[in-house]
């Protein structure tokens, strides 16, 4: 059973930074993306950035440089660096793994506030 186990993150003044972490706990073989979705109370679930096993990445309109997705594939893991944050990018981050199916963590909140 695949899981996802998140970390990282907080409360953070704005035009702070945050990085997030998220570790798969299971081998993968193949090609195989990670990423994060994020989604704020009322809103609906968005992307923020993708990396492929590949170093393939995607990035959300709104995040215009500001953040950067990374991994490590010896350890499965997917990175998350958040730099300028707004008080806009206050929401619950999900962890996600495409590998056929679509799996995901359980969600770390980030709030920019001061």
């Known amino acids: 059973q695949v899981q996802l186990v998140e970390s990282g993150g907080g409360l953070v003044q704005p035009g702070g930074s945050l990085r997030l972490s998220c570790a798969a706990s299971?081998?993968?073989?193949?090609?195989?993306?990670m990423g994060w979705y994020r989604q704020a109370p009322g809103k609906q679930r968005e992307l923020v950035a993708t990396?492929?096993?590949?170093?393939?990445?995607n990035y959300g309109d709104f995040v215009k440089g500001r953040f950067t997705i990374s991994r490590d594939n010896g350890k499965y893991t997917v990175y998350l660096q958040m730099n300028s944050l707004k008080p806009e990018d206050t929401a619950v981050y999900y962890c996600?793994?495409?590998?056929?199916?679509?799996?995901w963590g359980q969600g770390t909140q980030v709030t920019v506030s001061s």
């Open positions: 299971v081998t993968i073989a193949g090609i195989y993306t």
């Open positions: 996600s793994l495409r590998v056929g199916n679509d799996y």
């Open positions: 990396i492929t096993n590949g170093g393939s990445t």
